[in-house]
């Protein structure tokens, strides 16, 4: 008699989110680069202050930009462009605003560097569950990340976004037909990414990178650290999965697991 196969409960979620700048590939490394780029453009222009200010400048610009231009290079380049107008007093000549422009476009065309096990991570859990990658930025870049990473047949869904906020992962959920509870958001910024799912009723994985602008960090409240865990990279997501696979299962789920232990234990 052939013996019966017995398979685990798949995780109670119905839809997995992937962020994708700094989380499936390299992205604030371009801006750091450019801002480098841009403070010798200034100083050729005669600006003297200290590389701090410079960028404490730039930062406060960009963030009160935000409300007009939303994230991304298009945002970042109007930006720099207005600081520089700021701190040179005017002075900044065509030929240099030019060349803030050429920034721009560079940034736009790079090529898409994934991180380490990405490929492999996200066509092992597109094999078991519907994904969707949920972005903010400028639209044209984004889809044309996804397009050139390779990664776009492993997603069912591209959403580009403006803002992060729980209304805007909570219209999300309600256009896919996804509960918050069985939602899983994967991404690096604890701002954009974490507290937002947490907050709307979803749970999240917290991939920190090495490189973030200062804009995306966040204090965690106590009460979303029962609902987000912290990978170092994402080949330990496997692992994770396991811990979602418990808080999500149903009660007749946990029933059957724990039914299972106690016969492996007999045995």
């Known amino acids: 008699m052939s013996k019966r196969r017995r398979h685990s409960p798949t995780p109670a979620l119905d839809l997995i989110a992937f962020d994708g700048d700094d989380t499936l590939w390299h992205n604030e490394r371009s801006f750091r680069q ?31 930009n935000i409300e007009y231009f939303g994230y991304g290079v298009s945002s970042f380049t109007m930006s720099l462009m207005e600081a520089a107008i700021e701190l040179t007093r005017g002075r900044i000549t065509g030929a240099a605003l030019r060349e803030v422009i050429a920034l721009a476009k560079a940034m736009m065309t790079e090529p898409i560097e994934l991180f380490p096990a990405v490929r492999e991570t996200v066509n092992d859990l597109a094999a078991t569950w519907p994904l969707i990658l949920i972005t903010k930025g ?28 729980p209304d805007v992962y909570a ?3 309600e256009r896919h037909g996804v ?49 987000y865990v912290e990978i170092t990279s994402l080949d330990r997501l496997p692992e994770v999965m396991r ?18 232990r106690a016969h492996r234990g007999r045995r």
């Open 34 to 64: 450019a801002r480098d780029r841009f403070l010798a453009l200034l100083r050729a222009a005669g600006v003297r202050l200290g590389v701090d200010a410079i960028d404490a400048h730039i930062n406060q610009t960009e963030v009160a």
């Open 138 to 165: 400028d639209l044209l870049h984004q889809t044309s990340k996804i397009d050139r990473s390779g990664l776009r047949a492993s997603f069912r869904h591209v959403e580009v976004v403006s803002h992060k906020t």
């Open 171 to 173: 219209a999300i959920l």
């Open 179 to 227: 509960r918050p509870e069985r939602f899983l958001m994967i991404g690096n910024s604890l701002r954009s990414d974490i507290l937002p799912v947490v907050e709307a009723g979803g749970w999240a994985v917290h991939v920190p990178a090495a490189l973030t602008w200062s804009h995306e960090h966040a204090d965690v409240p106590a009460r979303a650290r029962r609902r």
């Open 243 to 260: 811990t979602f696979a418990e808080a999500t299962a149903s009660p007749r789920q946990r029933s059957y697991r724990s039914r299972s």
